[in-house]
């Protein structure tokens, strides 16, 4: 399957934006999707198909991408969004694929 | 609202079988539209997916694990399940079960609901 990197960690000031952004061939033909994780937790999707919000998901979340990579903005963070970040796609086997993960300061 | 819900021995000795299932509530295991995943996470690491079944039985597996996973779907009890032989230490993990969306290109797969995941420890 094909490799979704992620940068390890990212820290970013309460109030300011971040992006983390995820690498990996698969992404020039896949959409990508993000999910949060805090501790103890489940994973919970906040971006799907490139820039689409689930219900519930706060709007300072929103995704993109080019080329290669895609890209997570959290837009005026907030101290609940401190958790770790993961990005999943699919490659051309159709196997699924996820991002080593980021994780994110505030 | 879905939920789910995974339901399994947390502990297995080396070389056994890690069998768990998945209970889905408020959705259904019968939908054309939604497949339905097992995904799982070491401690302390990331997540990997293990592979997904669909409404009529269809799968697909993660290459790394294909030669030891086996996905089933029990329609009348809503319920899908996973069954991992020969395990060992590096098979402790977190495992979740996940309704997956996406799965027609070019979207990549999605996990939109998850269970709260079980700890399954590999040891003897």
């Known amino acids: 399957s094909s490799e979704v990197t992620q940068d390890p960690a990212v820290s970013v000031a309460l109030g300011q934006t971040v992006r983390i952004t995820c690498q990996g061939d698969?992404?020039?033909?896949?959409?990508a999707n993000w999910y949060q994780q805090k501790p103890g937790q489940a994973p919970v999707l906040v971006i799907y198909?490139?820039?689409n919000r689930p219900s519930g998901i706060p709007d300072r979340f929103s995704g993109s991408s080019s080329g290669n990579t895609a890209s997570l903005t959290i837009t005026g963070a907030q101290a609940e969004d401190e958790a770790d970040y993961y990005c999943?796609?699919?490659?051309?086997?159709?196997?699924?694929?996820f991002g080593t993960g980021t994780k994110v300061t505030v | 609202q879905v939920q789910l819900q995974e339901s399994g021995p947390g502990l297995v000795k080396p070389s056994e079988t890690l069998s768990l299932t998945c209970t889905v509530s408020g959705g259904s295991v019968s939908s054309r539209i939604y497949y339905w995943s097992w995904i799982r996470q070491p401690p302390g690491k990331g997540l990997e997916w293990i592979g997904y079944?669909?409404?009529?039985?269809?799968?697909k597996y993660n290459p790394s694990l294909k030669s030891r996973v086996a996905l089933s779907v029990d329609t009348p009890n809503n319920q899908f399940s996973l069954k991992l032989t020969s395990v060992t230490a590096a098979d402790t993990a977190v495992y979740y079960c996940?309704?997956?969306?996406?799965?027609?290109?070019?979207?990549?797969?999605?996990?939109?609901?998850w269970g709260q995941g079980t700890l399954v420890t590999v040891s003897s």
């Open positions: 698969s992404l020039r033909t896949y959409y």
């Open positions: 198909s490139k820039n």
């Open positions: 079944i669909n409404y009529s039985g269809s799968t």
């Open positions: 999943n796609s699919r490659d051309s086997s159709g196997t699924g694929v």
């Open positions: 996940a309704r997956t969306g996406g799965v027609i290109a070019p979207n990549g797969y999605y996990f939109d609901y």
